[in-house]
């Protein structure tokens, strides 16, 4: 199905089991343990050995030599496979560093052996005794040292763009701003590692795995192995999140079906924790300049958002300039984005990449010059608030509703309480209230799906599509019950399984939408067979109760479906509906925090989300990816950085003991509102995504509601005590 038209109505509209909060449907599985996960697949009948990876001690250079013989006499040791034993491998075309294979040393951590035993045990032991020599060579991972060096990145990431005179506007403002503002590089730190386990039959491999993009994986798994598409079977139904760390394929799927092939016999590995946040990919960090001018009245006259980033060599730039294109009005704009190359870890898509660090810093900017103008921060944004592309007037938005995202939040929130900076206290604590714009663009993905239609009546959906922790599962059986007019007991949802039609995967926030859609697409094919199986016309026929209608005939679905059953199988593909129209999802983020006058701890109190991002599929999974999300938003904010050292280039603090996420106790109280919206632009089911959206801005909310705390403006995350306790004196 091609959807090139706005939507009409249809049968989701009658939203008798979409858009209801039903609780998820894999959520007994997940409580009980009974959901398995990538290393937890066990048969007794497998036999399985057990792969432990060894990374590279170096960032650059190469791998001149590896003695694995006191690894290979080790107790249980069944083989120990080298980088330099494989050779080069090609590379799958989604990965920038290469997972393993050849000499050279592309970042630290690489998988440059992988140790095979009896038991997990044995191969960690005999891990250690591999004798590994390089050759090192000098690299660049300082990305502040390197700003000068950074150049234009390919055209593909369409890194410049400019309306209208920024420099002459800028400067002819009656009221600037230029500032510097920087983020670090960030680990997705999801709570299941990356693991996998290989079974070979002849020339077949299947691999259980974690993984957010079926085919992705599966096509590069292929090249890399060198074997056809067709015999690479991976499976994945169960994901203890990934939030872009589990996009493109990791080494230890490559590693575990080089390790079985080798040893002959299914083989489990996963990357150990301290492995991940060197071997894998992460957010990289930005350095950004924002420029912004405006009249006394309030009105941006000019805004200019600059961003240097790094990566390797073939890599991109993290695109923080792209929401600075579409978020506010101004008649003169710029944006740039520049990248370095660096020697450290893959820099790769993250939970709202570009957005994510654009709007940490965009953000903040947005509430210095909301203070410069002399207007509230909320009154600041509704101002500047544009229903029109503004680089491209003649394009608008398909549905924008920001303004009431802030009206209803300030409300909400008792946004009128707020006081001047470091005005507001309790004790020892300075207390502040903060607000940020949130902003994600709703892309779309094709997407298919297979509906089967039994003797019993019930449903059944098989897709390759991906449920991280996001709720797939349930939003899906929600689209195929509506559709096929039964109760969402009577389906049963298969996820997860390169056997199934290609699915849109889980990215980007284009997962809900885009998944549902192909199912949809497959219903309309089943609902045609059953109404063209029992000779009714199928634009006439009813399907509600378990049952088609048309006229005054009436028939059971299990008597449609006859012993054979029915089935159907589309793939929703997407006309230009996102080119001539920008679709969006848009937020408000309002953050009160309390700050220790005498020792700068800061302490979130409270936290509200308002939403306005098309239909709302499930109240409960959404509420789930946006309080999520803000938790992530005040881990980035206050705690989350990757420390780099720049002489060796790492990641020092790679485990979850040195690179802090937020946790329970951090977060008092947060609240969700959805404002209630059906985009007919997006897809049939005229929903967007959220599970990026809530994430975005909430950094900044917070920077801006420590600022009201204290007075002091922190302009390098994270936010920590070191950054505020100078200057707290001067406030308490
Ligand atoms: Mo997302 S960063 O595309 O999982």
Redesign the pocket.
């Known amino acids: 199905m091609q959807f090139d038209k706005p939507a009409t109505t249809n049968p989701i509209d009658r939203l008798k089991v979409v858009g209801k909060p039903i609780p998820r449907i894999d959520g007994a599985l997940k409580v009980t343990g009974q959901a398995t996960y990538a290393y937890e697949w066990h048969d007794p009948e497998m036999h399985y050995a057990y792969g432990y990876p060894v990374g590279s001690a170096i960032a650059k250079g190469h791998v001149t030599s590896i003695d694995t013989a006191k690894a290979k006499a080790a107790p249980g040791v069944l083989a120990v496979l080298t980088t330099l034993d494989v050779g080069d491998l090609p590379k799958g075309k989604l990965n920038t560093a290469k997972l393993f294979g050849g000499s050279a040393v592309q970042h630290y951590h690489q998988a440059i052996a992988i140790v095979v035993a009896e038991s997990f045990e044995q191969a960690r032991s005999a891990a250690a005794l591999i004798d590994i020599r390089y050759a090192v060579e000098p690299g660049a991972f300082d990305l502040r040292a390197e700003m000068g060096n950074a150049q234009t990145p390919d055209p593909s990431t369409e890194p410049d763009s400019a309306f209208g005179d920024f420099n002459a506007a800028f400067k002819a403002a009656p009221l600037t701003l230029d500032q510097e503002y920087t983020t670090p590089d960030h680990s997705h730190s999801m709570i299941e590692p990356h693991a996998s386990i290989a079974a070979w039959e002849g020339e077949k491999v299947t691999v259980w795995t974690s993984s957010?993009m079926i085919d992705w994986w599966r096509t590069d798994l292929a090249t890399t192995l060198g074997v056809e598409k067709d015999k690479v079977h991976l499976i994945s139904p169960f994901i203890g999140g990934?939030?872009?760390?589990?996009?493109f394929l990791r080494a230890d799927a490559l590693l575990a079906s080089l390790a079985a092939k080798a040893v002959g016999r299914p083989v489990k590995v996963t990357l150990p924790r301290p492995m991940v946040p060197n071997n894998t990919t992460h957010r990289p960090a930005t350095i950004q300049r924002i420029r912004i001018g405006a009249e006394p009245d309030g009105r941006i006259v000019a805004i200019g958002h600059e961003s240097w980033s790094g990566d390797l060599p073939g890599g991109g730039p993290e695109v923080a300039v792209m929401q600075t294109r579409l978020l506010y009005a101004g008649a003169n704009r710029m944006t740039s984005m520049k990248l370095a190359t660096l020697d450290l870890p893959e820099g790769n898509?993250?939970?709202?990449?570009g957005e994510t660090p654009g709007l940490m810093a965009l953000e903040i900017a947005i509430d210095e010059m909301a203070e410069k103008v002399g207007l509230d921060p909320v009154a600041f944004r509704i101002a500047n608030d544009t229903q029109v592309d503004p680089e491209k007037p003649e394009r608008p938005f398909s549905y924008r509703d920001l303004v009431g995202c802030l009206k209803t939040g300030a409300e909400a929130f008792g946004w009128d309480q707020r006081q001047s900076p470091g005005l507001r206290r309790q004790g020892n604590w300075l207390i502040g209230f903060g607000v940020a714009a949130a902003f994600r663009n709703n892309l779309v993905m094709p997407s298919g799906a297979r509906v089967r239609l039994d003797r019993q009546g019930k449903v059944t959906v098989e897709t390759d599509m991906t449920d991280?922790g996001t709720g797939s599962y349930t939003i899906i059986a929600q689209t195929a019950a509506e559709m096929m007019g039964v109760g969402i007991d009577e389906v049963t949802v298969k996820l997860g399984d390169s056997n199934f039609p290609v699915s849109a995967g889980?990215?980007?926030?284009f997962g809900a939408n885009s998944a549902t859609s192909g199912v949809y697409a497959a219903c309309v094919k089943l609902r045609e067979a059953v109404a063209s199986k029992l000779g009714f016309n199928s634009g006439d026929a009813v399907f509600e109760d378990g049952k088609v209608r048309a006229g005054n005939r009436a028939v059971s679905l299990s008597e449609a479906a006859g012993d054979d059953g029915l089935v159907g199988e589309d793939t929703m593909e997407w006309g230009d509906l996102t080119e001539t129209h920008q679709q969006s999802t848009f937020g408000a983020h309002f953050v009160e925090v309390g700050v220790d006058m005498a020792t700068g701890e800061t302490r979130i109190r409270r936290m509200l989300a308002v939403c306005a991002a098309g239909r709302i599929l499930n109240p409960i999974t959404a509420r789930s990816q946006v309080i999520g999300a803000m938790t992530m938003g005040v881990g980035a904010a206050l705690s989350e950085e990757l420390s780099v050292d720049t002489r060796h280039g790492f990641f020092v603090n790679h485990d979850l003991a040195g690179y802090e996420v937020p946790v329970h106790a951090d977060i008092p109280h947060q609240d969700v509102i959805f404002l209630d919206e059906t985009d007919p632009y997006s897809s049939p089911m005229k929903a967007k995504g959220v599970g990026?959206l809530g994430l975005c801005g909430v950094s900044a909310a917070v920077a801006n509601a420590i600022y009201n705390a204290t007075g002091i403006r922190v302009r390098d995350y994270p936010i920590t005590l070191d950054k505020l306790i100078g200057e707290l004196p001067d406030v308490a």
């Open positions: 957010q990934g939030f872009g760390g589990k996009l898509a993250m939970r709202a990449p991280i889980s990215g980007g926030q990026e």
